[in-house]
C-alpha cells in the first residue's frame, strides 16, 4: 500500500514536470536546475555569473528553494530580475523543491519576457535528485572542501546532472584534496559529465560556466 502512494506521488511529479516542459518550450525559456549540498556556492555562482549573462543581453528569472528564510532571494534580488522565493516550510519542510511547486513559482514569471530561469535548490544532495522539477539542465555544484569520494557517496546526483560545477577551486592551496580524482570519480559515475572548475569568489573561470550556459540557452 505504501510503495504504491510512493509512485503516484512520483508519477504525479513526472507529469507536471512534462508539462513544465511544454511551457517553458512554447515561451522559448531555458530552465537550469542547480543542486548542491548546503554552502558548495549555489548563489555565489548565480551572483557571478547574472550580471555577465546580463551583459549579452540575457533575460534572466530564478526560482530560489529554501526550507525557510528569504536570504538568497534578497541576494539575487539586487541584480532587478524577477525572484521567487519558494519556502518549504510551511508544507512539512520538504528537503527538495517538486514539479508541484515550480509550476506556480513560473506562471508568476512574465515567461515571455525570460530567456533563461534558474532554480536554486534546496541544499541536499540526496532528495532534489530525485524529483524531476521540469528543468532542461541539471547542475551539480560540488565544493573542494567536500572531498574526492561525494560523488560515489551520493551517485544519483551525479547521474542525473550533465554538468558538474567543481567550486571553491581558490582554497586548493589549504586542502589535502585531489581535484584529479574528485574529477575522476564524477566520471566515473557519469562518463559523460560536463566538469567545471572555478572559484565563486575570485571569479577565476567564472567566464568558462558564463560560456557553457550560453550555449544552452542557445543565445
Ligand atoms: N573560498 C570560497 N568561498 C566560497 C566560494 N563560493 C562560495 N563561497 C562561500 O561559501 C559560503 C556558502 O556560499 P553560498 O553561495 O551561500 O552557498 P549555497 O548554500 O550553496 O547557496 C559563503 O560563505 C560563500 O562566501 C568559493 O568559490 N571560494
Ligand atoms: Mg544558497
Do not use: W
Request: aromatic share 4%; net charge negative; with cysteine.
Amino acid at each position: 500500500m505504501k510503495i504504491q502512494i510512493v509512485r503516484d506521488v512520483l508519477e504525479a511529479n513526472d507529469q507536471l514536470a512534462d508539462q513544465i516542459r511544454e511551457l517553458s518550450k512554447t515561451h522559448h525559456v531555458t530552465l537550469i536546475n542547480i543542486m548542491s549540498s548546503p554552502g558548495s556556492g549555489k548563489t555565489s555562482l548565480l551572483e557571478q555569473v547574472i550580471p555577465v549573462l546580463q551583459s549579452y543581453a540575457l533575460r534572466i528569472g530564478v526560482i530560489e528553494g529554501d526550507i525557510t528564510t528569504t536570504a538568497d532571494a534578497e541576494r539575487i534580488a539586487r541584480f532587478e530580475i524577477p525572484v521567487s522565493q519558494i519556502n518549504t516550510e510551511p508544507f512539512g519542510g520538504d528537503c527538495h523543491l517538486g514539479s508541484e511547486v515550480i509550476m506556480p513559482a513560473l506562471q508568476q514569471f512574465d515567461l515571455n519576457g525570460l530567456d533563461l530561469v534558474f532554480i536554486e535548490n534546496v541544499g541536499n544532495l540526496v532528495c532534489p535528485a530525485e524529483f524531476d522539477t521540469g528543468a532542461n539542465h541539471n547542475f551539480v555544484i560540488i565544493s573542494i572542501t567536500e572531498g574526492e569520494d561525494k560523488p560515489l557517496k551520493y551517485p544519483l546526483m551525479f547521474r542525473v546532472c550533465n554538468t558538474a560545477i567543481i567550486n571553491k577551486i581558490d582554497l586548493q592551496p589549504y586542502l589535502e584534496l585531489d581535484v584529479g580524482i574528485l574529477e575522476k570519480n564524477i566520471h566515473q559515475i557519469h562518463p559523460d559529465s560536463r566538469i567545471l572548475k572555478c572559484s565563486a569568489k575570485s571569479g577565476e573561470n567564472i567566464d568558462q560556466v558564463v560560456d557553457h550556459i550560453r550555449k544552452l540557452v542557445n543565445k
